[in-house]
Structures are given as C-alpha cells and as structure tokens.
C-alpha cells in the first residue's frame, strides 16, 4: 500500500519504526503508486544509471562546442591537465570534476542526459555516484540504492517547491542536486537514515540564494562550470555528516527557507536572464554575438 510520505519527518519516522533504509521505503511506494514490482522499480533505476554512465563516456570523449562556442571543452583541459598533474586530493577528486564536466557538456551538446533532478543540474549525482562506486568498488545493487535515495530526496523536496531556477533560482535545481548527491554518496558509504537527511541538509542549507542568472538564456555560463563545483560540495556534507557533524536547522525547515528564498529573490535572478552575471559587461557582449 502506498504510503503519503511528504516531509523528511515523516521519512525518518516511517524508517525507524519500520527498520528500513530510505531506499527501501522509496522503492516500494514507487512499486505501489506505480503498480508495478519493487524489482521492476529497481531494473528502472538501472537504466538511467547505466544512461548517467554513458553520458560520462561520451562526454569525456568528444571536444565539440556548443551552438554558441561558449562550453564544450572544458573537460579535455582538464583531462589533459590530470594526465600529467595530480589533483591535490587525489583520482577521485579528479574524476568527480571530469564526470561533471563530461555529463554537463555533453547535455549543451543536446546529447542524452539524465536529468537529475534538472538538465542544467546533469552533472552532479551522476560524477560523484559513478566516480565513488568505481574507486571503492561498490557493487550495481549498492548504485541502485543509492540513487533510488536520492530520488527520494528529491522527491520530497519537489513536493513544496518546484525544481526549476524560473521558480526558486539555481539553489532549487544545483542546489537539491548537491543534496541528492550528498544522500546517494552517504547511502553508499553506510549513513544511516539520520546521516543521510543531515548529509543532505549541509549541502542544501549552504547554497541558499544561489540564483539562477544564464548568459544569453543558455544553460552554459556558469551552469557547466557549477556542476563540479557543487558535486565536490556534496561531498564534503557526507565527510561531515558521517563524522557525527548535524545541520542545527532540520531538513524540512531548510526546505522550507529555501521556498522563503525563492519567494523572495527578484524575478531577475530566476532563469531571465534580466541580472547577475548575465548583465556583465562581457556577457552582453556574448548575447549580441551569439544572437545578434
């Protein structure tokens, strides 16, 4: 029977009096809602990871730019750079930043993305799920779990605000990414339920009014370039959480300070193009040449 889970209270509470992950609740109200088996869930969720996986490998692959010639190579450069310099914090660091590049690029390609939770916000979940399960050898089952966690995460926050930067900004696109992210990471990594949503919270509750301000209206400058940036966010939340570190404010109160936010930030700032760094100088200068 499918369960009204709309708060992460309610997640948490349905979890401990159950015993159950947050996978495991998620995975069977999905087969419930959706009259389905919970294995028909799972071999879904495998299909858009296999599909984040191959978006990874086709961007890192090709070099071609954009329409507008803003984005496209940004991941060579930095490929070619880890060939022959280390990253400071060393190969999983470098291949987070390489996944997120490669999946946000190949998705200004018009290549086949996953947008999760959006297209401008690709390239966060699927870097750190994919760099992390490779270089500590989490198994297929260990991926499915975590992203059918960060499903969840997504899905409620999605409940009481909308997942787009015309709505609340980029804080509710790359924002309630980093989150998921900081979930499926902290999932993988053996949080427990309270782990997973203070893993959560940290990431979300440090990008609040992040706005969503695009050169020339293209998902491009800065969305490609934030995508790595807030995948290593998230996971700096996981280290935290998982060292016993809590968000003073709880998950559902966040959410509710980020439809606040949103709310309250100018119409400029949400996805118009009107402010910000769309109204540089320099990106001006963008938008007349790529449209004249």
């Not at 590049?101 to 916000?121: F, Q």
């Not at 499915?144 to 787009?164: D, M, P, Y």
């Not at 559902?252 to 980020?258: K, L, Q, R």
Request: glycine share 6%.
């Amino acid at each position: 029977m499918e369960m009204n889970i709309n708060t992460f209270e309610q997640l948490h509470n349905e979890c401990i009096s159950r015993n159950k992950a947050i996978y495991e609740i998620a995975q069977e109200n999905m087969a419930s809602s959706a009259d389905i088996s919970v294995d028909e869930v799972r071999a879904f969720t495998n299909r858009s990871l296999f599909a984040m996986k191959e978006a990874i490998q086709t961007g890192m692959a090709s070099r071609e730019l954009s329409m507008s010639g803003m984005c496209g190579q940004d991941c060579h450069r930095v490929q070619r750079r880890f060939e022959t310099v280390p990253a400071i914090f060393g190969k999983t660091f470098e291949k987070i930043i390489e996944y997120a590049l490669a999946t946000s690029e190949e998705n200004i390609r018009m290549g086949k993305i996953v947008a999760c939770p959006t297209a401008g916000s690709c390239g966060i979940l699927p870097a750190t799920l994919t760099a992390v399960s490779e270089d500590f050898n989490y198994s297929e089952r260990e991926q499915i779990n975590a992203l059918i966690t960060a499903g969840e995460i997504g899905r409620i926050i999605s409940v009481k605000v909308a997942l787009a930067g015309a709505v609340a900004g980029c804080q509710a696109e790359c924002g309630t990414a980093s989150a998921m992210s900081a979930a499926a990471i902290c999932q993988l990594r053996g949080g427990n339920v309270s782990q997973i949503l203070n893993a959560s919270a940290l990431a979300l509750k440090n990008l609040l009014g992040l706005t969503c301000d695009p050169v020339a209206g293209l998902v491009e400058v800065p969305c490609v370039k934030r995508n790595p940036f807030l995948a290593i966010h998230s996971i700096t939340a996981v280290e935290l959480a998982l060292s016993g570190v809590e968000s003073k404010i709880p998950i559902d109160e966040v959410i509710d300070a980020m439809e606040q936010t949103g709310a309250l930030m100018s119409p400029t700032l949400k996805e118009s193009s009107q402010a910000g760094l769309a109204t540089t100088k320099t990106a001006l200068e963008v938008q007349k040449r790529v449209f004249g």
